[in-house]
Protein backbone atom coordinates (compact mmCIF):
# COMPACT_ATOMS: atom_id res chain seq x y z
CA UNK A 1 0.00 0.00 0.00
CA UNK A 2 3.04 2.40 0.98
CA UNK A 3 4.28 1.46 -2.32
CA UNK A 4 1.84 2.76 -4.42
CA UNK A 5 0.91 5.71 -2.11
CA UNK A 6 4.45 6.91 -3.36
CA UNK A 7 4.05 6.28 -6.86
CA UNK A 8 0.82 8.18 -6.50
CA UNK A 9 2.08 11.25 -4.65
CA UNK A 10 5.20 11.32 -7.38
CA UNK A 11 2.91 11.85 -9.93
CA UNK A 12 0.12 14.31 -8.37
CA UNK A 13 2.39 16.42 -5.59
CA UNK A 14 4.69 19.76 -7.00
CA UNK A 15 8.68 19.32 -6.85
CA UNK A 16 9.95 18.96 -3.59
CA UNK A 17 6.51 17.59 -2.28
CA UNK A 18 6.74 14.68 -3.85
CA UNK A 19 10.34 13.48 -3.76
CA UNK A 20 9.62 13.99 0.79
CA UNK A 21 6.48 12.26 0.39
CA UNK A 22 7.38 9.55 -1.34
CA UNK A 23 10.20 9.49 0.76
CA UNK A 24 8.05 8.93 3.85
CA UNK A 25 5.59 6.45 2.15
CA UNK A 26 9.18 4.15 1.15
CA UNK A 27 9.63 4.59 5.15
CA UNK A 28 6.18 3.56 6.06
CA UNK A 29 6.60 0.41 3.79
CA UNK A 30 9.79 -0.52 5.16
CA UNK A 31 8.32 -0.71 8.87
CA UNK A 32 5.34 -2.61 7.48
CA UNK A 33 7.80 -5.08 6.59
CA UNK A 34 9.92 -5.26 9.61
CA UNK A 35 6.91 -5.12 11.52
CA UNK A 36 4.91 -7.84 9.94
CA UNK A 37 8.27 -10.30 9.25
CA UNK A 38 8.80 -10.10 13.40
CA UNK A 39 5.14 -10.68 13.92
CA UNK A 40 4.91 -14.07 11.74
CA UNK A 41 8.98 -15.19 12.24
CA UNK A 42 8.71 -18.56 14.63
CA UNK A 43 5.42 -19.24 13.61
CA UNK A 44 5.29 -22.36 12.12
CA UNK A 45 2.18 -24.21 10.09
CA UNK A 46 0.31 -26.82 11.50
CA UNK A 47 -0.72 -29.21 8.79
CA UNK A 48 -2.07 -32.46 8.33
CA UNK A 49 -3.29 -34.61 10.87
CA UNK A 50 -2.27 -32.96 13.38
CA UNK A 51 -3.57 -29.89 12.86
CA UNK A 52 -7.50 -31.72 14.00
CA UNK A 53 -6.29 -32.05 17.35
CA UNK A 54 -9.22 -30.65 19.85
CA UNK A 55 -11.19 -30.41 16.68
CA UNK A 56 -15.09 -31.36 16.78
CA UNK A 57 -16.63 -33.93 15.09
CA UNK A 58 -19.80 -36.07 14.50
CA UNK A 59 -20.06 -39.63 14.77
CA UNK A 60 -20.99 -41.06 10.64
CA UNK A 61 -20.88 -44.87 12.18
CA UNK A 62 -20.77 -46.05 15.69
CA UNK A 63 -17.61 -46.13 17.70
CA UNK A 64 -17.77 -49.11 19.68
CA UNK A 65 -14.43 -48.83 19.64
CA UNK A 66 -13.47 -48.03 16.30
CA UNK A 67 -15.91 -46.56 13.73
CA UNK A 68 -16.22 -43.30 11.80
CA UNK A 69 -16.00 -39.20 11.88
CA UNK A 70 -16.32 -36.55 10.18
CA UNK A 71 -13.75 -33.33 11.48
CA UNK A 72 -13.22 -30.38 9.29
CA UNK A 73 -15.37 -31.83 6.16
CA UNK A 74 -13.23 -34.93 6.10
CA UNK A 75 -14.09 -38.73 7.01
CA UNK A 76 -11.76 -40.54 9.13
CA UNK A 77 -11.36 -43.66 10.85
CA UNK A 78 -11.45 -42.84 14.68
CA UNK A 79 -11.24 -45.22 17.98
CA UNK A 80 -13.70 -43.85 20.84
CA UNK A 81 -12.64 -45.75 24.25
CA UNK A 82 -15.99 -44.69 25.96
CA UNK A 83 -17.86 -45.75 22.58
CA UNK A 84 -19.83 -42.78 20.62
CA UNK A 85 -23.22 -44.05 18.73
CA UNK A 86 -23.73 -42.24 15.25
CA UNK A 87 -24.85 -38.18 15.36
CA UNK A 88 -22.74 -38.32 18.60
CA UNK A 89 -20.45 -34.68 19.14
CA UNK A 90 -16.71 -35.90 19.49
CA UNK A 91 -13.73 -34.25 20.10
CA UNK A 92 -10.53 -35.01 18.45
CA UNK A 93 -7.36 -35.88 21.75
CA UNK A 94 -5.16 -37.39 19.34
CA UNK A 95 -3.55 -39.47 16.51
CA UNK A 96 -2.14 -42.89 16.01
CA UNK A 97 -0.89 -43.35 12.51
CA UNK A 98 -4.33 -42.12 10.26
CA UNK A 99 -6.61 -43.26 13.34
CA UNK A 100 -7.97 -40.13 15.47
CA UNK A 101 -8.49 -40.97 19.12
CA UNK A 102 -11.81 -39.19 20.03
CA UNK A 103 -13.49 -38.31 23.36
CA UNK A 104 -17.34 -37.88 23.90
CA UNK A 105 -18.54 -34.77 24.36
CA UNK A 106 -21.52 -34.05 26.96
Known amino acids: MFL ?6 LLILNSPWNLIAAAAC ?7 VVFWNMKVRGH ?6 EALINAEGTVLTP ?16 RCAE ?3 TG ?3 RVAGIEGLTLVVTKQD
Open 83 to 85: GAD
Open 63 to 78: CHPLGQVSVVGERWEA
Open 88 to 90: DKV
Open 44 to 49: GKQVGA
Open 26 to 32: IVGFAGE
Open 4 to 9: IAALAV
